[in-house]
């Protein structure tokens, strides 16, 4: 069954450093990754996602991620992070026809 | 973007009584929709894809007769908690796929629930 790791459980960071959030999965095939995001009090929102072409994918509030493909990873990055930018975020994993499977999730804090 | 609503947002109720939850697709129709369950400081566990007009499909572990799911109409799938307990309460969360391969979901805002 396939499996994704999220490293970071809670990440503190000040505003305008840089983030780097890590996901690997663990399926071999062809697949389809995912980054969502969960403000406080909010729903799950998709910030991006890499289907095929350019393993470097730029998302919504200036996210980016990079599919390496030889690592089964999926890094989910930001130049400069703002106090908004608190949040939980989740990275998830299909194939083919699998349902997604989510990560456990990496709380963000932002701090002035 | 699709929008998937959620009712109730909240609900509290008393152990042994039965809960619906529904999940709407509001401007696109939804062939396939899932149910999720979050624990707190947990990620999202799948319990169940269900498909309209076809019986749901439960994920290892999750009790097909404690929790029903119906998918009556493309914009329309419910869950219902049936005998809630206290280990039920937890944060519900439907998402639904427009194109029916499991690619992007669009999810709801979820619903808590309490059991006293």
């Known amino acids: 069954a396939q499996s994704v790791s999220q490293h970071n459980h809670h990440v503190i960071l000040s505003e305008a450093a840089s983030l780097e959030l890590g996901c690997n999965y663990s399926?071999?095939?062809?697949?389809?990754l995912f980054w969502y995001v969960q403000y406080p009090g909010q729903h799950l929102q998709l910030l991006l996602k890499?289907?095929?072409?350019?393993?470097l994918v730029k998302g919504i509030k200036g996210f980016e991620a990079e599919f390496i493909k030889s690592k089964f990873s999926f890094n989910l990055r930001k130049p400069s992070v703002q106090w908004s930018d608190t949040a939980e975020y989740f990275c998830?994993?299909?194939?083919?026809?699998?349902?997604?499977?989510f990560g456990k999730g990496t709380r963000l804090s932002v701090i002035a | 973007g699709a929008v998937v609503s959620q009712h109730p947002s909240r609900v509290i109720c008393k152990s042994g009584t039965s809960v619906k939850i529904e999940c709407r697709s509001l401007?696109?129709?939804?062939?396939?929709m899932f149910w999720y369950r979050q624990f707190p400081k947990k990620s999202l566990m799948l319990m169940a894809t269900?498909?309209?007009?076809?019986?749901?499909?439960?994920e290892q572990g999750v009790e097909k007769d404690k929790f029903l799911i119906n998918h009556a109409s493309l914009t329309l799938s419910t869950l219902t908690v049936t005998s809630a307990h206290p280990e039920d309460s937890s944060f519900y969360i439907c998402?639904?796929?427009?194109?029916?391969?499991?690619?992007?979901?669009?999810f709801g805002p979820g619903t808590r629930l309490t059991v006293l």
């Open positions: 269900s498909n309209e007009g076809s019986k749901a499909t439960y």
């Open positions: 998830a994993v299909s194939s083919g026809n699998t349902p997604l499977v």
């Open positions: 998402s639904a796929d427009a194109g029916g391969s499991y690619n992007e979901q669009f």
């Open positions: 401007d696109f129709q939804a062939t396939t």
């Open positions: 399926y071999g095939g062809t697949v389809n």
């Open positions: 890499y289907f095929s072409g350019d393993p």
